[in-house]
Every structure is written in C-alpha cells, then in structure tokens.
T-cell receptor
Framework: GAVVSQHPSWVICKSGTSVKIECRSL??????MFWYRQFPKQSLMLMAT?????????EQGVEKDKFLINHASLTLSTLTVTSAHPEDSSFYIC????????????FGDGTRLSIL | SQQGEEDPQALSIQEGENATMNCSYK?????LQWYRQNSGRGLVHLIL?????REKHSGRLRVTLDTSKKSSSLLITASRAADTASYFC???????????FGKGTTLSVSS
C-alpha cells in the first residue's frame, strides 16, 4: 500500500516551454504533498509544501511564479515549471504524507527534466 | 534548508563487510528517518525511529538515535552488492511536517 505515482519520469524540451509534472497517491488520500529538487550527486532540497485546497507554501528562494503548484484533489498535486530554462534542469521528486503522525512519507520515482 | 551532515560522504566496502553511516541534525525532532536512493530513482523508506527510541532493527539494518548529541547512525550488516546506493537521513521538526534531508552517504559494495 501507500503508492505514489509520478509522471512523466523523463522530459526533454526546448527552453521557454512550460512543463507539468503530476504526483498521484494511488491508494490513499494525501492532504499534504511535498516537492523536492535534487541536483546531481546532491541531496534533496524541499521546494514547497502542497496542501489540498489551499495555496502551497514555498521555501525561501523558490520562485512561486516559476514553480506553480496545484493540489486540487486529495490524490493529485501538480508542479508546473513555467518558461523553463536550462538552469531548471534537475531531478524533481514528490512525496505524500499519509496524515498520521510518525509515519514515513512515500515518494514518487522522480522526474528528470532536461531543458535544451 | 538542510538539517545537517552525514558522514562519511562516500564509503566503499567489500561484500560481507558491515557499513556504518552517521547523521547529525540541528533542531529538536519528532522522528528521524533513513531512506535509500538508487541512482536516478525515487526514495525508498528504510527505518523510522522516534525521538523517544534509542535503537531500532529491521533485517540487516540497525539504527541508533542519540538525541542528546543530535545524531543517528545506520548500520548495514553483511553488505551485498545490491546495497550499493545513496543513503539519506531525514528529520521532521516538532512543528513541521516536511522532511529535511541530510547530505547523504554514497555506499559502494563490490563483490
């Protein structure tokens, strides 16, 4: 149980394109989902916390107009990288909180984004 | 922001040997979690240890937590080539819900 599906797994697109990444909780409802960014050989950096039905909370230094987050249902959060540029190329990973204390989060398999 | 440091950053061992990774953190926590990441993939949860626990076991994994020193260790016994991966500790603060990750240890196990 507690499976998180992230799609697409790999995107290559031209500079200036907007890219949408989906994060779905398949067998549970997730009131809170998280988006992380990971550069090669580095750790995961929290970008934002996504709450169903409300605005996302962004970490310091993350542009909310650049990285649009929508959490319209209890099973789906989306991250849209708007007008992507080569410096946005990275590995993006989502996770979902089952909403019960002291439980692990469940991660998607990540999306590798390459902007040419 | 990142919670702290992991030590060592990289570790190379032979199959059958034990691997120990250490993690330090900065703030008070509810729990500390260890995750594994194979290259280019998502994270797999290994063990969660609560702030009132000192040691926890799961198969070949043993995790300790010392809240007075704000540190944790992950021991993998009788390592296998398939254990080759990056290992991260992550914490949730008492007021938060988001995981804050350490820098990770890259483990290479050769056969």
């Amino acid at each position: 149980g507690a499976v998180v599906s992230q799609h697409p797994s790999w995107v290559i697109c031209k500079s200036g394109t907007s890219v949408k990444i989906e994060c779905r909780s398949l067998d549970f409802q997730a009131t809170t989902m998280f988006w992380y960014r990971q550069f090669p050989k580095q750790s995961l950096m929290l970008m934002a916390t996504s709450n169903e039905g409300s605005k996302a909370t962004y970490e310091q230094g993350v542009e909310k107009d650049k990285f649009l987050i929508n959490h319209a249902s209890l099973t789906l959060s989306t991250l849209t990288v708007t007008s992507a540029h080569p410096e946005d190329s990275s590995f993006y990973i989502c996770s979902a909180d089952v909403g019960v204390g002291n439980q692990p989060q469940h991660f998607g398999d990540g999306t590798r984004l390459s902007i040419l | 922001s990142q919670q702290g440091e992991e030590d060592p950053q990289a570790l190379s061992i032979q199959e059958g040997e034990n691997a120990t990774m250490n993690c330090s953190y900065k703030t008070s926590i509810n729990n500390l979690q260890w995750y594994r990441q194979n290259s280019g993939r998502g994270l797999v949860h290994l063990i969660l240890i609560r702030s009132n626990e000192r040691e926890k076991h799961s198969g070949r994994l043993r995790v300790t937590l010392d809240t007075s020193k704000k540190s944790s260790s992950l021991l993998i016994t009788a390592s296998r080539a398939a254990d080759t991966a990056s290992y991260f500790c992550a914490t949730i603060g008492q007021a938060g819900t988001a995981l804050i990750f350490g820098k990770g240890t890259t483990l290479s196990v050769s056969s």
